[in-house]
């Protein structure tokens, strides 16, 4: 068996053997569940690794590498086609990496533990399988395999905030029972499902015009589509995958999900499923739509500052701690499809990398509010505070990811954000630059903010909190393996943009957009 | 006026009027009593259609096997809830208007369709034919049929069976 | 790789070494003092190596790449060494060492892990500094930048517990953060216009004439409100005076003699650029005077020790810009090195009187010169120094940077800093009187520090005399060249300062009551800080905090409540909707015979 | 004599059943109104396969007979069900479908 061609199926699939292991072997034994869950996701891993160590980086090599093609439906041109090129390849190792400390930031989930590992893993499989998939039949499968296990996720294992119904739209938000897990898990698959229908037309659009025998990715990009087609379709892709990728107006499913989310689905959700929208417009929007792309681009890039900018704003207004990070993540996505909608080569390098980048961040924002809503209970600002002296660890984790999330050098964040004010700077719309350093701004005031009332000054009065616990073994694996990727990223963008540039130079090449 | 447009027209006349009744008659045994005639009747309109075997199967299984049934259905019924079957019709101004709009509907299309005004000679044995078909061209289906006669057997077994 | 490109990577990589081995082995780093060890041990080694490469005289360029792309890398990282740089690489080692050295002292009561916490903190501190001070282009300067920032921010927040210190650590942050978005933006406007990030490029660019230098004075200007934030210029000098909430010799080191001295080093780094565009020189140079005599006032109404020799810090930092704002490269960088020094020096006396007595408050001490007579001969030195006295060495640089302000033709700039130098001299004796003679009365058994702590404080003076030795025996500063008049006219007026200063606190001829009455106005806006800091509070509050509260609000209750309000109306059209389901199999008939109507009529349909 | 108006008996047929199916209240009369319906489309299965001279007609009335038979028995025995549970055959009552 030649690793080459079948690495990439080995790492979609391990986690998906894991959850049927889980189901059928280890019922009632949680540790044997975790055990499982932990080697399946290490293999892929390990295997995400060995992927990025072969990954020929010359960039005239075939630019879709581990390639595999089975076929599956051949009357109707469907085929089980996988390959990555140096976007997905970071990506693929991004979800690896996140799904991997995912499990370890949720040792403790206790109740139907079986079930709830078997679910994130099948949503894992799905998530990688997006990223690989060169069939865009077998695209929309992976990708409505990652999306619809979050219903019961956070159903099942969420949380529930208080929101206060009020204004013009109250009743509307007391009929349907805001702030509660049940709401925010409605809302989120609701919206994503909006969002693959529009996908799915999409999608079926094109299969039509390029003559209805090939759902292949790489035979569809040999096909010229009509400028008009291109116009709609690339709209479709760009709302579709947008939802998502939490684009202004119709991110708001993305602060109630990921707030009421139990932690590994957060991790899981905010870090990899939100790029996956972004790699959606990437992948098939700009692959496939040049023309399409060039009549949108405006529109894309100044969503994407208000979303930047919006985004801070409402960070800074919340006071629930899990709220903050999810509109961080909002502001954090407009900086992904700016650098896209940029269509120079430092501004989509800076997308994908910040892709990866806010991916690792959030998933290490997004494990440590799980551990301090674990052992503090609460997850209001406002009535927290001076917990630096109780759980330094998790204060020192928290401000490095604070400090990646403003962008600040030699983490991740700054060099994906850099590039993207290079590139907003290089686009036609040079005025892109301002709302983008704005929002970074906005950014240090609030997660500094953040920072300072939790865990700075001193433990508020009431003995609420004490003896608050820091964090331990399994958490520890996770906490320390995010931050090494963020500072070795910061150090070293090079890693990851040898890669990354390799396949978006023929992307911008294939736009007209280089020089 | 041929004999046959005389048998069809007296046929037409008896299988309509009984049909009322059936959906007319308060007393539900009589409306039984009126579908036997009607399907008799039916019966005789395969006949001037050269379906005999048709005709025959129509009076045996229907007129014979469905009549006894639902006769057999009231009286256990009656028996189980001690009293005499009335049955009414209620919105019968709704249900004759939509039942109306249905007939002129249907009916004009047969109006407007292309018909043919005579019927081809009849060619060899129908009977025949409908055996040889039945066991060649049609015999999956024929089979599938007993299958859910099958079905129906065991599930009116299971409806009927007595409450444990 | 040649000579001087290891000891540069030596004196960058020592430092480094020592944090990852704090940050990473977290048993060291509990030790605490065995932490402070590594810490001075690797600082020791980059002052070593700092001052060979000094004394080498060698110049060297390194780059790698660091940001690859697709026509060879967009930016590197790398060493520029040139004289400028070794200078203040000797400064940066040396004033490190000797604060980490202090330290020692200093903080001998906090517990091991905070021990070791603030050495992984200053050795990151270390490796940040000499790193922007040898870096070689716009980009890594700038990543180092934001690094001492953060170490900024860390140190002031050592006492993470009290809430001043966690408040004045974030306003550090943020207020520089505010000069380093123009600092970025700058920098990404100039890639846009050059390509390049690269010092020595963009000097060959300026140089003969490629990089168009219209619009190129909005580009600088930008660079040069990073120096604003970080070289506490007017207006966002507020966060200088509280970040002295941290501990006194990380005040010492970044407050007052290597970070906030980054902004100097960055113009004078891209001095060739600014050159291009006078206008925004000149705004520097107003800038910088007015700063100073801004500050000088300021201090002359402070009770806290530590919060005059900030005052006085910005307002040195002031003289330094207006140096190089009317064109004084030299005279600029050189009060930068000599600040540095009598500066530090300052600081570390105060930590030694503050750790002596227990308090901030010159109020509440006096007479402390008998008492601890070797810190009060230090700060007497440092004193003097700063007030620009012959020949200690802050006269011969005070007198270069007037010389240059007047030869540059900046004639308002130079009559401010004049009147600086007597408020300087008058606010610095007055802390000098009222700490160590005057009438008041300190508590407890104040006595001379350790020899740890005393040890950089006796170096610090011995160099500050040094250097102004050696320059009185040399005859002259750098290039002070300005008129005959101007040392005799700023030596006078900082006597007269000190003579006002001992007629006030010492003597008490005139109350300080009197003077503050006859400048009242004056007297209540020092004390306001010129309103300020009520005004960044007040659109900190009413702007940001404000709008964010209204864009919270939008979200949560017209754009999501939008949301709400569709998937409200649908549940209700729903429920309406439910009641035709009568359950009833002959209702659902009527259905199907309209369906059956529908179909007839619409096949029939023209 | 044509095909016409065999057809338009069988609608005269088929409108009369689906009126009894429309009004009747008791289920079995539904029923018979069923049945009238089914025998409406024999009427028409038959006389087009005269006319057609396609035996298939036959062959798909004699399904559909058999299959009527089928259905009637099946739909008694749960009339006789719903009577002994629910104690009534009136359609009105019979709503669990109600939503």
């Known amino acids: 068996m030649d690793l080459n061609v079948w690495i990439l199926s080995l790492i979609t699939w391990m986690p ?67 390959g990555a090129d140096g976007i997905g390849l970071v990506l693929v190792l991004l979800t690896a990496i996140i799904i991997f400390a995912g499990v370890f930031a949720s040792w403790t989930v206790e109740t139907r533990s079986q079930e709830f590992y078997a679910l994130l893993l099948v949503l894992v499989t799905g998530v990688f399988g997006v990223f690989v998939s060169l069939d865009l039949f077998v695209f929309f499968l992976f990708y409505e395999l990652a999306v619809l296990p979050m219903y019961l996720l956070i159903g099942i294992w969420g949380s529930s905030a208080q929101i206060r119904p009020r204004g013009l739209f109250g009743w509307a938000m007391r009929e349907t029972g805001v702030g509660s897990k049940e709401y925010a898990a409605m809302k989120l698959t609701l919206y994503l499902l909006l969002g693959s229908a529009f996908i799915l037309v999409g999608i079926l659009a094109l299969y039509m015009a390029a003559g209805g025998a090939s759902f292949s990715f790489l035979e569809m990009e040999g096909v010229a589509f009509d400028p ?213 701004f906005l950014t240090a005031i609030y997660v500094l903010r953040v920072v300072k009332q939790i865990f700075w000054g001193a433990v508020p009065a009431g003995g609420e909190f004490h003896d608050l616990p820091d964090a331990r073994g399994p958490e520890w694996v996770a906490l320390v393996l995010l931050i090494f990727v963020i500072v070795l990223f910061g150090v070293a963008p090079g890693i990851a943009l040898g890669p990354i540039d390799t396949a978006t130079v023929p992307l911008l090449a294939r736009l007209g957009a280089l020089p | 006026m041929s004999l046959e447009a005389a048998g069809f027209w ?54 014979g096997g469905v009549i006894t049934i639902v006769v057999f259905a009231i009286v256990v019924t009656e028996r189980l809830v001690g009293e005499r079957l009335n049955q009414t019709n209620r919105g019968v101004a709704a249900g004759g208007l939509v039942s109306l709009a249905v007939l002129i509907a249907i009916g004009l299309f047969v109006m407007r369709a292309p018909l043919p005004h005579a019927a081809p000679p009849v060619a060899g044995d129908l009977t025949e034919a409908i055996g040889r078909n039945l066991l060649t061209r049609y015999v999956l289906p024929f089979e599938l049929l007993a299958v859910v006669f099958l079905a129906a057997l065991l599930g009116a077994l299971f409806f009927a069976r007595k409450e444990e | 790789m040649n000579d001087a490109g290891t000891l540069a990577l030596a004196a960058l990589g020592l430092p480094l070494c020592a944090f990852v081995l704090l940050a990473v082995v977290a048993p060291l780093r509990r030790a605490g003092k065995a932490a402070g060890a590594l810490g001075i041990a690797a600082i020791g080694g980059a002052l070593v190596a700092a001052l060979v490469l000094w004394r080498s005289g060698q110049g060297v360029e390194l780059a790698w790449s660091w940001l690859p792309a697709e026509g060879g890398p967009m930016a590197t990282v790398g060493i520029l060494v040139d004289p400028v740089a070794a200078v203040m690489l000797v400064l940066v080692a040396l004033v490190s060492f000797l604060v980490q050295l202090y330290s020692l002292g200093y903080l001998e009561h906090e517990t091991g892990p905070a021990l070791g916490r603030y050495y992984a903190y200053h050795s990151l501190f270390a490796v940040s500094m000499i790193g922007l001070v040898l870096a070689g282009n716009f980009l890594q300067m700038f990543i180092f930048w934001e690094l001492v920032g953060l170490c900024s921010y860390l140190l002031i927040g050592f006492w993470y517990d009290k809430p001043e210190a966690a408040r004045a650590a974030v306003k550090a942050f943020w207020t520089t953060k505010v000069g380093d978005l123009g600092f970025i933006i700058g920098i990404v406007l100039l890639w846009g216009r050059a390509g390049t990030f690269t010092f020595s490029e963009l000097f060959k660019m300026a140089g003969d004439g490629t990089l168009a230098p219209d619009g190129l004075g909005l580009v600088m200007f930008l660079i040069y409100l990073g120096a604003v934030g970080k070289s506490a210029q007017f207006p966002l000098h507020v966060w200088l005076p509280d970040a002295m909430e941290g501990p006194t010799p990380v005040s010492a080191l970044i407050h007052a003699a290597t970070m906030v001295a980054a902004g100097v080093y960055l113009v004078t780094r891209a001095y060739p650029l600014f050159l291009l565009t006078p206008d925004v020189l000149a705004l520097i140079g107003w800038v910088g005077a007015f700063t100073a005599l801004l500050a000088a006032v300021l201090g002359l109404v402070q009770a806290d020790i530590k919060r005059v020799l900030a005052y006085s810090t910005v307002s040195q930092l002031g003289y330094m810009m207006a140096a190089l704002g009317a064109g004084a490269l030299g005279a600029g960088f050189f009060h930068l090195l000599t600040h540095g020094l009598f500066k530090a020096l300052l600081f570390l006396g105060a930590g030694a009187v503050i750790h002596a007595v227990g308090t901030n408050d010159v109020w509440r001490m006096g007479r402390l010169g008998g008492a601890m007579p070797q810190t009060a001969i230090v700060f007497l030195v440092g004193t003097l120094a700063l007030a620009g006295i012959w020949p200690l060495a802050g006269f011969f640089s005070k007198d270069a940077v007037l010389a240059g302000v007047w030869e540059g033709g900046l004639t308002v700039p130079f009559l401010m800093l004049a009147l600086t130098v007597f408020l300087t001299a008058f606010y610095m004796f007055r802390v000098v009187f009222l700490v160590f003679f005057g009438a008041g009365r300190a508590e407890g058994h104040p006595h001379d520090p350790p020899v740890s702590m005393s040890l950089p404080l006796w170096t610090l003076a011995g160099l500050t005399v040094g250097v102004g030795g050696y320059f009185a025996l040399r005859g002259g500063g750098q290039e002070g060249h300005g008129p005959g008049w101007i040392p005799w006219v700023s030596s006078a007026l900082a006597v007269a300062g000190i003579v006002c200063a001992w007629v006030t606190y010492q003597k008490q001829a005139v109350s300080a009551e009197t003077l503050a009455r006859i400048f009242a106005p004056l007297y209540t806006a020092a004390q306001r800080k010129f309103w300020l800091d009520d005004f960044y509070g007040a659109v900190y509050r009413g702007g940001f905090l404000a709008l964010s509260r209204l864009v919270g609000w939008v979200d949560r209750y017209l754009v999501d409540g939008l949301v709400n309000w569709a998937s409200a109306w649908t549940l209700r059209v729903g429920d309406r909707l439910r009641r035709i389901q009568t359950g009833r199999a002959q209702d659902y008939l009527y259905g199907v015979a309209f369906g059956l109507l529908l179909v007839i009529v619409w096949s029939y349909w023209p | ?43 028409n299965l038959v006389a087009f396969a005269r006319y057609a001279a396609d035996p298939a007609g036959l062959i798909f009335a004699l399904f559909t007979i058999s299959i009527t038979v089928a259905e009637v028995a099946l739909g008694l025995a749960i009339v006789i069900l719903i009577f002994r549970v629910r104690r009534t055959v009136e359609a009105d009552r019979l709503d669990l479908l109600k939503g």
């Open chain 1, 16 to 82: 998906f053997v894991g959850a049927l292991l889980i189901m059928f072997t280890a019922r009632h034994r949680p540790r044997a569940v975790r055990l499982i869950a932990a080697v399946a996701t290490g293999i892929s891993l390990l295997l995400s690794l060995v992927a990025y160590a072969r990954f020929d980086g010359d960039v005239d090599a075939a630019r879709f590498q581990f390639y595999q093609k089975v076929a599956l439906v051949p009357p109707l041109g469907i085929s089980y086609e996988v």
């Open chain 1, 228 to 440: 008009v087609l291109q116009r709609w379709v690339f709209l479709l892709f760009y709302v579709g995958f947008g939802i998502l990728a939490g684009i202004w107006p119709l991110h708001t499913w993305s602060p109630d999900g990921h707030a009421s989310a139990p932690t590994a689905v957060s991790m899981l959700h905010a870090g990899v499923l939100m790029k996956l929208g972004a790699y959606g417009v990437v992948r098939l929007g700009m692959g496939l739509l040049p023309e399409g792309t060039h009549d949108w681009v405006p529109l894309v890039g100044t969503i994407a500052t208000i979303n930047i900018v919006y985004g801070a704003l409402s960070a800074m207004a919340q006071t629930d701690l899990k709220y903050v990070i999810a509109y961080s993540s909002v502001s954090h996505m407009g900086i992904v499809l700016l650098g896209a909608a940029t269509l120079t080569e430092a501004g989509l390098n800076g997308s994908v990398f910040q892709m990866f980048a806010h991916g690792i961040m959030t998933g290490l924002f997004f494990a440590l509010v799980g551990l301090v809503y674990e052992k503090a209970h609460s997850r209001e600002i406002f009535r927290m505070g001076g917990f630096g002296r109780m759980m330094p660890g998790i204060a020192t984790a928290f401000t490095i990811g604070g400090l990646s999330s403003l962008g600040l050098p030699a983490t991740a964040g700054f060099v994906a954000e850099f590039l993207t004010f290079l590139g907003a700077w290089r686009s036609a719309h040079s005025w892109w630059l301002f709302p983008a350093v704005a929002g970074t």
């Open chain 4, 1 to 43: 004599m044509g095909l016409q108006p065999y057809l338009l008996l069988a609608a005269c047929l088929f409108a009369i059943g689906l009126f009894g199916v429309l009004t009747r209240r008791n289920a079995i009369g539904i029923l018979l109104g069923i049945e009238l319906m089914l025998n409406a489309v024999n009427v």
């Open chain 2, 10 to 63: 007296g046929l037409a006349l008896v299988l309509l009027a009984s049909s009322l009744a059936v959906v007319l008659s308060k007393n539900l045994f009589h409306s039984v009593l009126y579908l036997a005639l009607a399907l008799v009747a039916t019966a005789g309109v395969f006949l001037l259609l050269h379906a005999e075997f048709l005709a025959a199967v129509q009076i045996l299984l229907y007129a």
